[in-house]
């Protein structure tokens, strides 16, 4: 498990069961960079992957 799988999994249990839209996680993501703007690269590669991710993947 990776350091990161603690806040994947904190998400999960969280917020599992609510239904958001792609829109509400971009302006989650604006705002997240926002506050924290030393993130930009890293936000902006995790948006570009979503974005490009396979449906059927």
């Known amino acids: 498990m990776y350091f990161t799988d603690r806040g994947i999994e ?3 249990g969280r917020r ?14 604006r ?9 930009e ?6 948006a570009t992957w979503l974005a490009r991710a396979d449906p059927d993947d």
Do not use: C, K, Q, S
Request: no cysteine.
């Open 41 to 46: 690269t890293a936000i902006d590669r995790l």
């Open 16 to 29: 599992g069961e609510e239904v958001v839209t792609v829109e509400w996680v971009a302006d989650h993501l």
């Open 10 to 12: 904190e998400l999960a």
């Open 31 to 39: 705002g997240f960079v926002d506050a924290h703007p030393e993130f």
